[in-house]
Every structure is written in structure tokens, then in C-alpha cells.
């Protein structure tokens, strides 16, 4: 079994005011792999980074570093480096005494100082930049000055909070191949923090899903993508059409008023689920061929494909994606297989499940 280099365990944190941040944390980090904290503001993500950086003393629990406890480690003296939102680059600073700093400040030999800082602005692919003022600088070479900055201190784990977040969309696009190459070079381990879904499903080799302080889900980008765990996951990540129903035996699911053939099984005969269908999975088809029929209310261009609003007659909203455009007001049939269709527990009570099915079958 693989050694955490990262390790939390039993981890909370509730502030003075008695807002809790945390709730009975557990993680573990490998080395040499690249996770991603994922969920919105205020889910807890920011204060595990630093806690693990030691920006934030923690309540209860455990923080292990390579199996030692570094609750009472100072930031200074923990074996990682930070890259903070804002870059946190000193303006008054080169390039090159940006990067130097920690070294500097480490009493670093000089010779030494030069050949490492040379060496993490090649890994950058900035090292002709060395002079450059920060403010001559665009916002993707400052982002890389500051991994650079961490870097060159040859930390075992680099914490990455929402680095991206400032940069325009194509620049991010860029951002998030350079960040994924960089990590499997250096070969360390990358702790990401982002709300950004698309950008978690890109890097990670695993993501934590979070909210309201607690980790919800943790696996590996396809995992969370396909087998979401609940309502709030399948949300989350991506787009999803949700439908209550009812797990009638193993691989037989109903919903809308008919039974279909599902691929999930393990559930009790009739427990209530929700049924988890991708824009991307469902099919436009003739009404007749259909499994289920919509008329469509609205559809909008997306460069790759045509995002399309469509309602069944019961009134619930369905969101389709095609290559195709169609027509509003048209009526059309959604086609779907036992594959597209992910079946999850249902985590409300039974009986707010049932009246919400029971709104869905009148």
C-alpha cells in the first residue's frame, strides 16, 4: 500500500463566531500525484489548503506530513510551497529576486541561488525574463513566475489555490495543459483548489467534491463524471437532467410513468433513486421512435454543439445537446440506452421523495 505524503484525519475547523469550515475531514495525498479540491465558495476547499500550509490552525484532528504530525510546524518550516490566487509576486522586485526570495531568505549560497532560480525559469520556459520588471509581465508569465517562485525551493507538495482564476478563457485553456505537464515533469505532488469543473475534470488524476465543509466524493475525473454519488455531485459537475423514480428490481428503473432497462443494480426492490441522464447521452429522434417525448422551447449555439431546452408533458425540463439544430415548438423524440442512464440513492426522506414523484407521475 502506497505511503501518504499528505494526510488528514478527523480534521474540523469552527471559527470563533462558531461557523464550521470543516467537518471530520479525511484525505489522503500520494506522492507524485495531482488532486483537485473542487466545490463553490465557502465549501471548505480554501481552508484545507491552509490548513495543510499551516496558514490555519485546525480544531480537532490530525495533519501528517510523510506520517509526521505538523500541526505545531510553523509554514515556514513545512515541506511545501503555495501558489496563491493573486500571485502574492513582490512589485518592487525583478523576475529573478522574485524567484531567489525563499532561497535568499534560506541563506542559500549564491552560486547556488543562480543555478536553481535558472532552472526554474527554464521549467516555466521564461528563463530569458530573468530581468523583466513584474509589472511588464502579462497575467499567464506572472501566474508562472509564481509556481516558479514555489518550485525552486523544491517543495514535495505544491498547493495551488484557484491560480488560474484571473486569466481569460483561452489562457486558462493553455494554463491547464502547462500546469498538467509541469506536475508530471517535476514529478510532486499538486493539491488544486477550483470551482471550476471543467477545469478539475482536465487536470486531476483525482478529485474531492465538497460542500458545506465535507467531502461528498472522491475519485478519479471519470468517476465523478459517470457514477455521481448524489443529487448535489451529479449537479455539480456538469450539466444533468434529474429524474426521481424508483429502482423496481436490479437493472429495471422507472421514471415518468414507464419502466426502462438500466445498467445499476444492489439497490431494495422499489427504493426510491434519482435517475442521472447527460445533455450529452440523449439522443433527438422521430416522437414515435422516442422513449420518451418533448417538444422543444429553446435551443442556443455553443460553437461544437446546439444546446436544447425541451419540456415532457408533464411540464419538467429537459436539456439536450446535439451537433444537429431543430425547430422550437417541435415535437421530438429522446432516445437513450441503459448506459446513459446512472441511477443514484435518493438521500432526502422517503416522503419528500415520494410527494416529488408522486408531483411527477399526477
Known amino acids: 500500500m502506497e505511503k501518504a505524503i499528505v494526510e488528514l484525519k478527523g480534521v474540523s475547523k469552527v471559527y470563533d463566531d462558531g461557523f464550521v ?9 500520494n506522492q507524485g500525484e495531482f488532486y483537485t479540491l473542487l466545490g463553490p465558495s465557502g465549501s471548505g476547499k480554501t481552508t ?9 490552525d485546525v480544531s480537532s484532528g490530525e ?5 509526521k504530525r505538523i500541526n505545531s510546524i510553523p509554514a515556514n518550516k513545512r515541506q511545501l510551497n503555495t501558489v496563491f490566487q493573486d500571485y502574492a509576486l513582490f512589485p518592487n522586485m525583478n523576475v529573478f529576486e522574485n524567484v531567489a526570495f525563499g532561497l535568499v531568505v534560506s541563506k542559500t549560497p549564491k552560486d547556488e541561488i543562480k543555478q536553481r532560480v535558472a532552472d526554474a525559469l527554464k521549467l516555466v520556459q521564461l528563463e530569458k525574463y530573468a530581468n523583466r520588471e513584474i509589472t511588464e509581465l502579462s497575467g499567464g508569465q506572472q501566474q ?21 482564476s484571473a486569466l481569460d478563457a483561452k489562457l486558462r485553456k493553455d494554463m491547464q495543459y502547462e500546469l498538467r505537464d509541469l506536475q508530471q515533469r517535476l514529478g510532486i505532488t499538486f ?20 460542500n458545506d465543509g465535507e467531502i461528498l466524493q472522491k475519485g478519479t475525473p471519470v468517476d465523478i463524471y459517470d457514477e455521481p454519488i448524489n443529487h448535489f455531485v451529479a449537479n455539480f459537475i456538469g450539466e444533468s ?20 432497462e438500466s445498467a445499476d443494480a444492489g439497490m431494495r426492490p422499489n427504493e426510491p433513486v434519482e435517475v442521472v441522464i447527460r445533455p450529452e447521452d440523449l439522443v433527438i429522434t422521430s416522437p414515435e421512435n422516442g422513449k420518451l417525448q418533448v417538444k422543444v422551447s429553446d435551443q442556443l449555439f455553443r460553437g461544437d454543439y446546439y444546446e436544447i431546452l425541451a419540456y415532457d408533458s408533464d411540464g419538467n425540463e429537459w436539456l439536450i445537446h446535439s451537433t444537429n439544430a431543430t425547430e422550437d415548438d417541435k415535437i421530438v423524440g429522446l432516445s437513450f440506452g ?4 446512472h441511477v443514484m440513492r435518493y438521500h432526502e426522506s422517503e416522503e419528500n421523495f415520494n410527494e416529488r414523484l408522486d408531483s411527477y407521475e399526477d
Do not use: C, W
Open 21 to 29: 469550515a470543516l467537518k471530520d475531514i479525511d484525505l489522503k495525498l
Open 191 to 210: 493539491l488544486f483548489v477550483t470551482h471550476d469543473q471543467e477545469e478539475a475534470l482536465a487536470m486531476s488524476d483525482e478529485i474531492f467534491v465538497m
Open 241 to 260: 437532467n434529474i429524474i426521481p423514480g424508483k429502482m423496481i428490481e436490479d437493472y429495471k428503473v422507472e421514471f415518468l410513468g414507464h419502466q426502462f
Open 144 to 164: 508562472r513566475i509564481a509556481i516558479a517562485r514555489a518550485v525552486v525551493n523544491q517543495p514535495k507538495v505544491l498547493l495551488l489555490d484557484e491560480p488560474l
Open 338 to 341: 441503459p448506459h446513459d442512464m
Open 48 to 56: 484545507i489548503l491552509r490548513a495543510i500550509a499551516g496558514f490555519t
Open 63 to 67: 495533519v501528517l506530513f510523510d506520517g
